[in-house]
């Protein structure tokens, strides 16, 4: 920091302290506030959309392959029973088709998301610190303004022998004033205009995320029933008619009743 930049900031400290013991008016600018706080809100939404469309892609990629790896595990059951059983090809058909929805989430979804969901979230984050960096610029002009405007008061209630003094000191509030007022209605003119832009921005991507998760799950219920055709007909009649729950509990007592679970 330049020793000119230095004193800038020691300034605008000594400024800040005036103002929060109130030796220094403070300039209270409603209308820039609230534009202020919609794109704090607008800011804060696009971070955590950006965060959730990221957690959303891990959730998918992380979904399939642990969904492999389950009909990894349920093919080893069947195939260590009985290789040629309904079940053994029925898992079988399932650990491929599972396979083959790991592999398409990798190949035909992950490029797609990424450039038309998780690239442009990035680039619209990635304008918000220039955007506060404007802010920021524009609050410390406020202070000067605000250093300069007290100073022309005190002059002008108490006059200086110095015929120099005041007009010197108009002068750098005026300029003080110019400057701030000028980063002021800038902000207020186009930090709405930011927002207004944020629908036809994100129009896209939220229609490209849609159309994603209509051809996952619609490749997802095509290879599903696919394996269908493995189990037994009846097997549906019966689930729906909570026999299945039956055949199961069924099992589950006779587990019971071995005593190496206990029963004895």
Wanted: proline residues 3%; contains cysteine.
């Amino acid at each position: 920091m330049s020793w000119t930049g230095f004193k800038k900031s020691l300034n605008r400290a000594g400024t800040t302290v005036l103002q929060k013991t109130g030796q220094i008016e403070r300039t209270i600018d409603r209308e820039f506030a609230d534009e202020e706080a919609k794109y704090r809100a607008f800011e804060k939404e696009c971070q955590a959309l950006q965060r959730d469309a990221k957690q959303y892609q891990d959730a998918m990629r992380s979904m399939t392959t642990t969904q492999a790896r389950l009909a990894e595990t349920i093919e080893t059951f069947y195939g260590a029973a009985d290789r040629t059983s309904d079940g053994a090809m029925a898992s079988h058909a399932f650990t491929s088709a599972v396979e083959e929805l790991d592999g398409g989430i990798q190949r035909e979804l992950e490029g797609p998301y990424r450039t038309t969901i998780m690239e442009p979230l990035g680039k619209m984050n990635a304008y918000f610190p220039v955007v506060n960096e404007h802010i920021t610029k524009r609050n410390k002009k406020l202070l000067d303004f605000d250093a300069a405007r007290s100073k022309l008061r005190k002059t002008i209630e108490k006059p200086s022998e110095d015929p120099t003094k005041l007009p010197k000191t108009q002068q750098e509030h005026d300029d003080a004033k110019e400057v701030f007022e000028l980063m002021n209605d800038q902000l207020i003119s186009e930090l709405p205009q930011l927002l207004d832009l944020r629908i036809p921005y994100f129009d896209p991507s939220f229609e490209a995320m849609i159309r994603m998760q209509c051809k996952f799950a619609e490749e997802g219920y095509e290879k599903m029933s696919a394996v269908q055709r493995y189990f037994a007909d009846n097997v549906r009649d019966d689930y729906a008619a909570g026999q299945l729950d039956a055949q199961v509990e069924a099992v589950l007592q006779e587990m019971r009743e071995l005593s190496i679970c206990g029963a004895n």
